[in-house]
């Protein structure tokens, strides 16, 4: 194994574990009515897919780090860590890697949730792009667009519905002013 070979097994490696640790962290829960469950599942297969099929594509077209996608799939995973670490800080207890909605769950709109309604799905498709990237496996990437960011989308369509049914004019209110992925404050006229 070549240095290049195993500095781009060491990353991804690290951003396994950083993951499943993050996925598997005990935290302190208000339990609500799981919808979608199937999704995390799917997720967590895709996820780990995506992440192998990194570093293995890389290592069968015996690749050379291609170092700005290196350091920028490596900004990317940094940058989508820490804006779903902050969606977590943000929902408290009511975090859930769940289609979870709760009796006494509240619309939060604050923090990075009044710049984004989906922060951590944001963050969760910045990562599933970073990966390939750090690695130059553009095979992977494309596997991750076509896989993993239907998926997003659909279960984000159901989030939504759930929403509108919990907090009904509210939730439409926050929905006309703030995005759903895109961070880009939506002109009021």
Known sequence: MTGEQALV??????????????????????????????SFYAFFFLHNLILAGSFVEFLLLEKRIVWPAFVGGIALYSGAVGLRLAAIRELGRFWSLQVEIRKEHQLITSGVFSRVRH??????????????????AWWTLLFAMVSYVPLLLLRLRREERELVAKFGDAYLDYRKRTRALIPIRRRTT
Do not use: C, D
């Not at 498709?125 to 690695?135: C, F, Q, T």
């Open 9 to 38: 097994l060491a990353v991804l490696a690290a951003t396994g574990v950083q993951r499943l640790l993050e996925t598997f962290a005990r935290r302190e829960k208000v339990r609500g009515e799981v919808k979608m469950a199937w």
């Open 119 to 136: 922060p951590a799905y944001l963050s969760i498709l910045g990562e599933v792009v970073s990966l390939p990237l750090l690695a130059g």
